[in-house]
T-cell receptor
Framework: DAGVTQSPTHLIKTRGQQVTLRCSPK?????VSWYQQALGQGPQFIFQ???????QRGNFPDRFSGHQFPNYSSELNVNALLLGDSALYLC?????????????FGNGTRLTVT | QQQVKQSPQSLIVQKGGISIINCAYE??????FPWYQQFPGKGPALLIA?????SEKKEGRFTISFNKSAKQFSLHIMDSQPGDSATYFC????????FGRGTSLIVHP
């Protein structure tokens, strides 16, 4: 049973470009959340998707957007990249959208903006 | 604004010792407190979690102690092993999850 899978593993982009990161949730999970983890910091909540709609959002600008597909997989899009967007982007899935539903994280996509 | 303060930033213990990591929160709306373990190159993995209606929860060598009035909770790792060497994150969940900054634990053999 595959866990949460993310692609690509690593990515290098230039300031001002746009990037799309992808996530497949753990089998049986219908809720996907995205987190940004800067070096030496804890994960910061970006947003949560359930039933193909954004349900909750953290303190991130509109440059960060997402999508969830009917098969529950998800994409994170970041426009007009800034140097400060360099981080590990983590996708987490959960069996329900309840606040205490256990999160299962992927291994992340390391994004470097130069 | 950091809503969950985690300490210490790093911790070194000897094999067999007790590792203690502390977290404090401010928002009383938090209602679920998980701990995650993260190894290099991996995503965080849920270790143990507690609700505020209990003061302690134990799973194997891992124990969470929770003090609702002080708005503090801690992770105790008994009989620490070199394989426990990792970064540990506390989190507090209400409307959205808020993570601490992490504690890097090194257990010397």
């Amino acid at each position: 049973d595959a866990g949460v899978t993310q692609s690509p593993t690593h990515l290098i982009k230039t300031r001002g470009q746009q990037v799309t990161l992808r996530c497949s949730p753990k089998s049986g999970h219908d809720t996907v959340s995205w987190y940004q983890q800067a070096l030496g910091q804890g994960p910061q909540f970006i947003f949560q998707y359930y039933e193909e709609e954004e349900r909750q959002r953290g303190n991130f600008p509109d440059r960060f957007s997402g999508h969830q597909f009917p098969n529950y997989s998800s994409e994170l899009n970041v426009n007009a990249l800034l140097l400060g967007d360099s981080a590990l982007y983590l996708c987490a899935s959960s069996p329900t959208r309840g606040y205490n539903s256990p999160l299962h994280f992927g291994n992340g996509t390391r994004l470097t903006v130069t | 604004q950091q809503q969950v303060k985690q300490s210490p930033q790093s911790l070194i213990v000897q094999k067999g010792g007790i590792s203690i990591i502390n977290c404090a929160y401010e928002n009383t709306a938090f209602d679920y407190f998980p701990w995650y373990q993260q190894f290099p190159g991996k995503g965080p993995a849920l270790l143990i979690a507690i609700r505020p209606d209990v003061s302690e929860k134990k799973e194997g060598r891992f124990t969470i102690s929770f003090n609702k009035s002080a708005k503090q909770f801690s992770l105790h790792i008994m009989d620490s092993q070199p394989g426990d060497s990792a970064t540990y994150f506390c989190a507090a969940v209400g409307y959205i999850p808020t993570f601490g900054r992490g504690t890097s634990l090194i257990v010397h053999p």
